[in-house]
C-alpha cells in the first residue's frame, strides 16, 4: 500500500501565500503522474494541477500563472506553492499520484486532504 501526509495549508489573507506538501510512502516501486485537486463547499471535485512522471506540468485556468507544482523524486513529495491566492481558493485540496508497489500494478492513492482558507 502507499501513503499521502498532506501538510501545510490554512487560513491566510487575500494576496498571500501558502505551500502544500504531500509525501509519498510505502513499498513503492515506482510513482507515475502527481496531481493536485481541491474540492469548495457544494462543488465537485476538480483538477487544479498535475506533473507527470516525464516533467510536463498542466494547470486548471482559474490558477495558472499563481500556482506551482513540483516533486521531490529522492524524497516521493509533491508540492504545490500557492500565490497569490484568492477568496475563491478556498477549498479542500487533496493530492493524487499513480503508484506501484513491490506487490501490486499502479493504483491510484489520495492524501487525506487539508483546507486552505482565503480571507477577503
Known amino acids: 500500500q502507499v501513503q499521502l501526509v498532506q501538510s501545510g495549508g490554512g487560513l491566510v489573507q487575500a494576496g498571500g501565500s501558502l505551500r502544500l506538501s504531500c509525501a509519498a510512502s510505502?513499498?513503492?516501486?515506482?510513482?507515475?503522474?502527481m496531481a493536485w485537486y481541491r474540492q469548495a463547499p457544494g462543488k465537485q471535485r476538480e483538477l487544479v494541477a498535475v506533473l507527470t512522471s516525464s516533467g510536463s506540468t498542466n494547470y486548471a485556468d482559474s490558477v495558472k500563472g499563481r500556482f506551482t507544482i513540483s516533486r521531490d523524486n529522492a524524497k516521493n513529495t509533491l508540492y504545490l506553492q500557492m500565490n497569490s491566492l484568492k477568496p475563491e481558493d478556498t477549498a479542500v485540496y487533496y493530492c493524487n499520484c499513480d503508484a506501484r508497489t513491490y506487490s501490486t500494478l499502479y493504483n491510484t492513492y489520495w492524501g487525506q486532504g487539508t483546507q486552505v482558507t482565503v480571507s477577503s
Open positions: 510505502g513499498r513503492i516501486s515506482s510513482i507515475g503522474a
